[in-house]
């Protein structure tokens, strides 16, 4: 799916490729984040054939031009998961909302692993 939106520019599309984008750098650029990781067996193999992996461990769903993304993060160890993670979402959202024109309902942040 794509987000579509109007304005006095004429018609946007955003695809869920470019709102991923967007996600996995704001979420890269929050203190404590050490990387996003795949959600699954069929994205690590596309990694392997893809050599840009840009929106690894993103996975956005957009229902009637709202956004909804969920994360999956490993986070440095030694700091505030939970604080970590509000701010994650607080990024992310106003990142994506910036961007696209558009509303995100939530923004769901899963932690996979806790690296030294």
């Known amino acids: 799916m794509a987000v579509k939106t109007s304005n006095f520019y004429g018609k946007l599309v ?11 750098h704001a979420a890269l650029d929050c203190y404590g984040v050490i990387d996003l990781v795949s959600r ?5 193999l596309s990694e392997l054939f893809n050599k840009t992996p840009t929106s690894r461990g993103v996975k956005v769903v ?31 959202k106003y990142n994506v909302e ?14 996979v692993g806790v690296k030294v």
Do not use: H, P, W
């Open 14 to 24: 955003i695809t869920d490729d470019a709102i991923a984008m967007t996600a996995y």
């Open 40 to 44: 699954s067996l069929t994205d690590s």
């Open 62 to 92: 957009t229902l009637s031009n709202r956004i909804n993304l969920e994360l999956f993060v490993i986070l440095k160890e030694g700091v505030n998961v939970s604080a970590v993670c509000e701010a994650i979402q607080n990024t992310v």
């Open 98 to 111: 910036t961007y696209t024109g558009m509303r995100v309902n939530n923004v769901i942040v899963n932690v």
